[in-house]
């Protein structure tokens, strides 16, 4: 879910995933937040996550906003 793919080595990025927990079978959406550790595999270090299941679309886009707020401070440090 991030707005500009040309990420580097520490950047900070965030990212929306979905699935099934296959044990429980239960659906789960969540917002993780962290720092790209691979490039080549995109691979991340998550901060933190977010699970989102029972937020509103409204409520969802104010998170977002919250994150992306907090990495654009982050760039200029």
Not at 49 to 69: A, G, P, T
């Amino acid at each position: 879910m991030n707005d500009d793919m040309n990420v580097t080595l520490g950047d900070f990025v965030f990212f929306y995933r979905q699935g099934i927990n296959p044990q429980t079978k239960e659906k789960y959406q969540y917002l993780d937040i962290g720092t790209l550790v691979n490039t080549k595999s995109s691979s991340t270090y998550t901060i933190l996550r977010c699970n989102i299941n029972n937020v509103s679309d409204d409520e969802l886009e104010e998170i977002i906003k919250f994150f992306k707020e907090i990495k654009k401070l982050r760039k200029k440090f």
